[in-house]
């Protein structure tokens, strides 16, 4: 038995060597070969060109660092000690060399205060939320987690059973075993956790990579190739970046791309689509609208690795599909000389209605006599941001800034101390007898800094209807201090927000809290800041001349020596100053941020509703917002005061003014109210339905000598726009069956139905609902009452009425090809509705609205007629919007008048004057029809605009 024994025992130690010695390493070699790896295959996404095959949007390549976590651990400490390391290694190369670590998808970020806060919210912050704490849905969250605040979750992934981010945890010979400082900054932290989830979020997926960096410098792909070795799990990867052309001109059409969202995640893959974290989608414009089409297939390639990640062997590949192609109606060359002119023509009006004062009555005086003090531009170059208030007390900061630096931190003391005098004082002043400035500064804290800046005053929560409240806020007949005090006693204060010590406080302990809060808070917060500068400059603390050359001090005006000098010698003066560089366009009415700033132009083909130019002014730069946003960038955008992201062609909507009388004057002809040929004659005042609130003819003022228009046809009611006119068609349409005027909007409704205003246009991006009037026929019939439309279905109007009838839906889209040039969607043109009218009154519309253009050779484009033979037509409007601000100025119209190639329609907000929206869809015809030199139209400055804008506003 014993020698039985031996033997088994021989043959058994035998092959332990065989396998162990002999053939340990081949084995080894197949178990490592069996770990398979399937890894996904971006797709490339297609690019979007104009209608001659310009790209406007298309990927660059690029290269992103990965990470893919392939270690073994004992203990939680051990993993996080060691991806720690790599993390930290891997952060400090990228910052090194001039990268940043994509954060887009982590919805904590890091503001001025060293404060963190959610950068996302509703849904997707839910979403993230329950990402973090590894939650399957949000619903498996505790109240406890979806209540958490950023702090809280980051002070949770600092903690040692998480991230372990908090090194006081590990002694100092972890530390230094693992390359790890002694502790990590607030930043440190944001952007170590935001890699951290990244890599946590494919924890049950071993080797899957994760992004931590995209289009990384070749310096940084040097570096971290080098030291592979070092960061396990980390690589470099082939990748691709959205790239835009002409940014600004293209930017609110085109949209931009980032990393898809939770909410956007779970909409696409309901609708059958494949989408995973960290995948980019379109998020807004066209890049969101076509998404399904651009994001083309992905492809995936089964691989296996080493236990280090590496890959051995490949086993199958599929080639990943590329999107397809979109090519637009737009042309690109229309497009951005459309906007170049028509941000001419805001420079020119702001231009010309700036005074040289520090306030002006623009109550009185009614829209027409609107006036832009000096003054206003100086407020605005610092609550519009374009100076940086952080830069005056930078260690670069110049002479003059550190002076002016000087001088606001004694007008800020001076501040703080009334603030704190009205806060803490036993008798603190009611708000109605305050001084204009401690008003401002009373409502700031109450409306921007605790109700939208830092939600510690719960807006929902307040009682509308509470008498203590409203005399707060309607009668201001309280202090600041009692309302805050009441609103502590009425839970309208969120005091969780303070962080407090305890929950268990006196209500005057938790005002003092909050008192101190809000001094602290100010003292860091750059939009108060420009609000004690605006008193600066009121109070002549700060002088025009010093505000001007500032502006070349932080590099936002170009040196000229001639001008500086000037300026700063006291030759040319900052009223004149500031004209000029308007002039120039050096500064722009967008930067400004005045009324007017903003305006649309929409330029269709009338043959089939083509959308050949799309502008909205201002616009911004689409190329900082794609792949890895640029978070200041984007902030600076939100807070802009010109609202850059407001889409002014799809998303304005106001009145059309006298642009609409031409559905009037379909309705009242087809109803049989009026006939062509009768005759209405104007007296100046309407006062058929109110003898004590008569409605005006425009030429029925003291500028036109209290004058009326006489006996008026259709065709020259459409030329002179005489309100009395349509007014009393108004009347006829709005009367019942036996003739009674019931202002009834049946019949007038119908034909702006028909005319298309009954829907949105059909344009593929996101547009706002027309309104047709709902009463007061008389005011409907002139464009005014509640008539509200946007740019778009004003430029779907006027393409009905230039090919005689035919409503198309407006399109942006020629044709989708694929990747090989190969079409895949070619669409018809989509009619929306036919207008079946009588010759006759075609041809008086159309000849009412050539009319309009030459005017008995003094129309704004007679002179086209003359020198050129060329002839348009079209209809001007004014829509007013309050006494106390500039009109907003309306032109749709189309070309030539003969046989129309374009139709359009342009829109300037507050732009005071048909006359000057009429002007820039002149200037816009003669550059398509090549009437005159593009360079003479646009020459990069406001100049030729000037020439043509008069100050002040007419009615009509």
């Known amino acids: 038995m014993i020698l039985v024994l031996i033997v088994l025992a021989f043959i058994l130690v035998q092959r332990l060597f065989q396998l162990q010695i002999i053939n340990g390493e081949s084995y080894q070699t197949d178990f490592t070969m069996q770990i398979k790896r399937t890894r996904e295959l971006k797709s490339t996404r297609g690019n979007i060109l104009d209608s001659d095959g310009n790209p406007l949007a298309y990927n660059r390549l690029s290269y992103s660092v990965t990470f893919a976590d392939s270690g073994s651990y004992n203990s939680t400490k051990e993993?996080?000690?060691?991806?720690?390391?790599?993390?930290?290694?891997?952060?400090?190369?990228?910052?090194?060399?001039?990268?940043?670590?994509?954060?887009?998808?982590?919805?904590?970020?890091?503001?001025?205060?060293?404060?963190?806060?959610?950068?996302?919210?509703s849904f997707n912050l839910q979403r993230f939320k329950a990402d973090i704490y590894g939650r399957l849905t949000i619903d498996d969250m505790s109240d406890e987690e979806k209540n958490a605040t950023a702090e809280k979750m980051i002070e949770e992934m600092c903690a040692a059973k998480k991230f372990g981010l908090d090194l006081s945890s590990y002694d100092k010979a972890d530390l230094e075993a693992y390359g790890l400082p002694d502790s990590f900054t607030k930043e440190e932290i944001l952007k170590l956790a935001a890699m951290r989830s990244a890599v946590a979020s494919n924890s049950y997926q071993k080797y899957v990579t994760s992004t931590l960096a995209t289009d990384v410098s070749e310096k940084t792909m040097s570096l971290i190739m080098e030291?592979?070795?070092?960061?396990?799990?980390?690589?470099?990867?082939?990748?691709?970046?959205?790239?835009?052309?002409?940014?600004?001109?293209?930017?609110?059409?085109?949209?931009?791309?980032?990393q898809i969202s939770a909410e956007e995640m779970e909409s696409l893959n309901a609708d059958g689509g494949n989408y995973k974290n960290g995948d980019i989608v379109g998020k807004s414009g066209l890049e969101q609208h076509f998404e399904k089409e651009l994001q083309g297939e992905k492809g995936s390639q089964t691989v296996y690795v080493d236990n280090m990640g590496k890959v051995v062997d490949e086993e199958a590949e599929v080639n990943p599909e590329a999107g397809s192609n979109i090519?637009?109606?737009?042309?690109?060359?229309?497009?951005?000389?459309?906007?170049?002119?028509?941000?001419?023509?805001?420079?020119?009006?702001?231009?010309?209605?700036?005074?040289?004062?520090?306030?002006?009555?623009?109550?009185?005086?009614?829209?027409?006599?609107?006036?832009?003090?000096?003054?206003?531009?100086?407020?605005?170059?610092?609550?519009?941001?374009?100076?940086?208030?952080?830069?005056?007390?930078?260690?670069?900061?110049s002479d003059l800034e550190k002076q002016v630096y000087q001088a606001f931190l004694s007008k800020e003391e001076n501040v703080f101390s009334e603030i704190r005098s009205e806060l803490t004082s036993d008798t603190p002043t009611a708000y109605q007898d305050l001084t204009?400035?401690?008003?401002?500064?009373?409502?700031?804290?109450?409306?921007?800094?605790?109700?939208?800046?830092?939600?510690?005053?719960?807006?929902?929560?307040?009682?509308?209807?509470?008498?203590?409240?409203?005399?707060?806020?309607?009668?201001?007949?309280?202090?600041?201090?009692?309302?805050?005090?009441?609103?502590?006693?009425?839970?309208?204060?969120?005091?969780?927000?303070?962080?407090?010590?305890?929950?268990?406080?006196?209500?005057?302990?938790?005002?003092?809290?909050?008192?101190?809060?809000?001094?602290?808070?100010?003292?860091?917060?750059?939009?108060?800041?420009?609000?004690?500068?605006?008193?600066?400059?009121?109070?002549?603390?700060?002088?025009?001349?010093?505000?001007?050359?500032?502006?070349?001090?932080?590099?936002?005006?170009?040196k000229n020596d001639d001008d500086y000098t000037a300026l700063a010698s006291g030759t040319m003066g900052a009223y004149d100053f500031i004209r000029s560089k308007i002039y120039k366009l050096e500064l722009t009415p967008a930067q400004l941020a005045l009324e007017p700033c903003s305006g649309s132009v929409v330029i269709t083909d009338p043959d089939n509703g083509n959308v050949l130019a799309c502008v909205t002014y201002p616009s911004y730069d689409n190329n900082l917002l794609a792949n890895t946003m640029d978070s200041k960038y984007y902030e600076k955008l939100r807070t802009d005061k010109s609202s850059p992201f407001y889409n002014r062609a799809t998303q304005e909507v106001t009145a059309p003014g006298s642009t609409f009388k031409l559905v009037t004057a379909t309705a009242g002809v087809m109803e049989n109210k009026i006939s062509i040929y009768d005759t209405i004659t104007c007296t100046g005042k309407f006062d058929l339905v109110e003898k004590d609130n008569p409605i005006n003819c425009w030429i029925y003022s003291a500028a036109d000598g209290w004058g009326s228009h006489g006996p008026e046809t259709?065709?020259?009611?459409?030329?002179?726009?005489?309100?009395?006119?349509?007014?009393?068609?108004?009347?006829?349409?709005?009367?019942?069956?036996?003739?009674?005027?019931?202002?009834?909007?049946?019949?007038l409704n119908k034909y702006a139905e028909m005319y298309g205003f009954d829907s949105t246009s059909g344009i593929e991006i996101s547009e706002m609902d027309p309104q047709i009037a709902t009463a007061d026929p008389t005011r409907a019939a002139m464009g005014q009452s509640n008539n509200a439309f946007t740019t778009s279905q004003l430029a779907r109007y006027v393409t009905t009425l230039a090919n005689s009838g035919t409503c198309y839906d407006l399109t942006l889209l020629d044709k989708i090809t694929d990747a090989s040039g190969n079409t895949q969607e070619e669409p018809d043109p989509v009619v929306h509705n036919r207008l079946e009218l009588p010759q006759d009154l075609w041809t008086t519309i159309h000849a009412g609205m050539h009319d309009v253009t030459i005017n008995n050779g003094n129309g704004i484009f007679a002179n086209l007629q003359t020198q050129y033979n060329f002839n348009a037509a079209g209809k001007t409007g004014?829509?007013?919007?309050?006494?106390?601000?500039?009109?907003?100025?309306?032109?749709?119209?189309?070309?030539?008048?003969?046989?129309?190639?374009?139709?359009?329609?342009?829109?300037?907000?507050?732009g005071y004057s048909s006359r000057n929206a009429a002007l820039v869809a002149k200037d816009i015809m003669c550059y398509y029809f090549n009437l005159k030199d593009k360079d003479t139209i646009i020459d990069g400055t406001a100049g030729n605009a000037i020439q043509n804008v008069t100050k002040g506003s007419s009615q009509d």
């Open 878 to 910: 004014t829509a007013q919007q309050r006494t106390d601000k500039a009109n907003h100025a309306l032109f749709i119209g189309y070309a030539p008048y003969e046989n129309p190639e374009i139709s359009m329609a342009v829109r300037i907000t507050n």
């Open 227 to 258: 030291n592979k070795d070092l960061y396990p799990g980390v690589d470099i990867e082939e990748d691709s970046i959205r790239v835009y052309e002409d940014s600004k001109y293209f930017a609110p059409l085109i949209g931009y791309t980032g």
């Open 79 to 121: 993993q996080n000690l060691t991806l720690n390391s790599s993390m930290y290694g891997i952060l400090k190369i990228l910052e090194d060399n001039g990268d940043e670590v994509s954060t887009s998808s982590f919805a904590i970020g890091l503001d001025d205060n060293g404060s963190y806060y959610f950068t996302k919210s």
């Open 714 to 747: 259709l065709e020259t009611a459409i030329r002179d726009s005489c309100n009395f006119y349509f007014n009393t068609v108004g009347y006829y349409l709005g009367q019942n069956e036996n003739g009674e005027y019931v202002g009834d909007m049946t019949l």
């Open 436 to 558: 204009n400035e401690m008003k401002a500064y009373s409502s700031y804290i109450v409306n921007d800094m605790l109700a939208e800046g830092t939600g510690i005053l719960d807006t929902d929560a307040i009682d509308k209807n509470d008498e203590t409240y409203k005399a707060w806020r309607e009668d201001e007949t309280i202090s600041l201090k009692e309302f805050l005090t009441y609103a502590i006693s009425k839970d309208w204060i969120d005091i969780g927000k303070l962080q407090l010590d305890s929950e268990y406080l006196a209500s005057d302990e938790i005002y003092n809290a909050l008192a101190d809060y809000i001094f602290d808070y100010l003292k860091t917060d750059d939009a108060f800041t420009r609000q004690v500068y605006k008193y600066m400059i009121e109070e002549e603390q700060l002088s025009g001349r010093d505000i001007c050359l500032l502006l070349f001090d932080q590099g936002i005006l170009e």
């Open 327 to 397: 090519q637009l109606t737009i042309n690109r060359d229309l497009q951005k000389t459309a906007y170049d002119i028509l941000e001419s023509y805001i420079a020119a009006i702001v231009y010309q209605n700036m005074v040289d004062a520090k306030e002006v009555d623009n109550e009185s005086g009614g829209s027409d006599e609107i006036r832009i003090p000096v003054y206003e531009v100086y407020y605005a170059l610092f609550e519009n941001q374009i100076l940086d208030v952080e830069h005056l007390s930078s260690d670069d900061a």
